[in-house]
């Protein structure tokens, strides 16, 4: 087995991947409320252990020169964004990086309802008077039903998260506290999804800063980086792909005539 061209393919496959993520980002930059994903690296184990036999077919100066690296668990940034004021009254921002509002994902084949969490706060009023987001998932208070209205009566929100309409409350927004993000999975749609192990936090008294949205996570500039950074590492694998290539071709054709 040529070892350096499987360790050279290993480096094109995991820093492409890389690319990928940090592209994703960077296409997200606008995103409201976008968490970036950072893509890890493994190392490869060394050949023995990849031979997993008890007498041992590796080489050991193949050991010594290890496995190369493996795309890793792939994690996700929860830091806060920077906060925008827009003005409007139905949108919303969390503060506190561990903070998410409660939507209800509805899946389109089965009907079924799942509650998801996000960081998106443009609030809208939909046609039926629930409180919906700007992709339509409605929004949930602290029981996870979703909030309704009156339609066409002027909606306000409190720093505490309450809906009023002339001067009355109707509805208080979910703001919930995940303590350990690991719990939470992307679900598309800038939307988080949690499994049977419930990890929100429910808090009464929530802080949000009413006419402001949080910006994406991703900063432009490092993600652009990372993306040249990753395309260029994947290309110098490829290349020493070809050298390899070009060394096996001349073992075969010139040292197998001089032979």
């Not at 995991?14 to 930059?29: H, I, K, M, P």
């Amino acid at each position: 087995m040529n070892y350096g061209l499987y360790l050279s393919a290993s480096g094109v496959l995991t820093n492409s991947y890389r690319q990928d993520v940090f592209a994703n980002n960077l296409a997200n930059v606008n995103t409201v409320g976008f968490k970036p994903d950072l893509p890890t690296i493994t190392p490869r184990q060394a050949e023995a252990q990849e031979d997993a036999t008890p007498l041992g077919t590796s080489q050991d100066l193949l050991d010594r020169l290890g496995g190369g690296v493996l795309a890793g668990t792939q994690r996700t940034s929860f830091s806060a964004g920077p906060i925008e004021q827009t003005g409007r009254d139905l949108d919303v921002a969390l503060t506190d990086e561990s903070s998410f509002f409660a939507v209800q994902q509805v899946n389109p084949q089965t009907g079924e309802t799942a509650v998801r969490l996000t960081r998106d706060g443009r609030l809208a009023i939909d046609s039926q008077g629930y409180v919906v987001t700007a992709t339509g998932h409605r929004v949930l208070n602290g029981s996870d039903q979703p909030i309704a209205v009156e339609p066409g009566v002027k909606v306000t929100i409190s720093p505490d998260g309450r809906l009023q309409q002339n001067g009355a409350e109707v509805g208080q927004l979910q703001v919930a506290t995940v303590n350990n993000t690991d719990q939470l999975q992307k679900a598309g749609g800038n939307l988080f999804a949690f499994g049977s192990n419930d990890p929100r936090v429910i808090t009464d008294t929530p802080n949000v800063r009413v006419g402001a949205l949080e910006s994406s996570g991703t900063n432009p500039i490092s993600a652009m980086m990372a993306v040249m950074a990753s395309g260029k590492a994947a290309q110098s694998n490829a290349r020493l792909i070809q050298y390899h290539d070009q060394l096996m071709d001349k073992a075969v054709n010139t040292l197998g005539r001089v032979a």
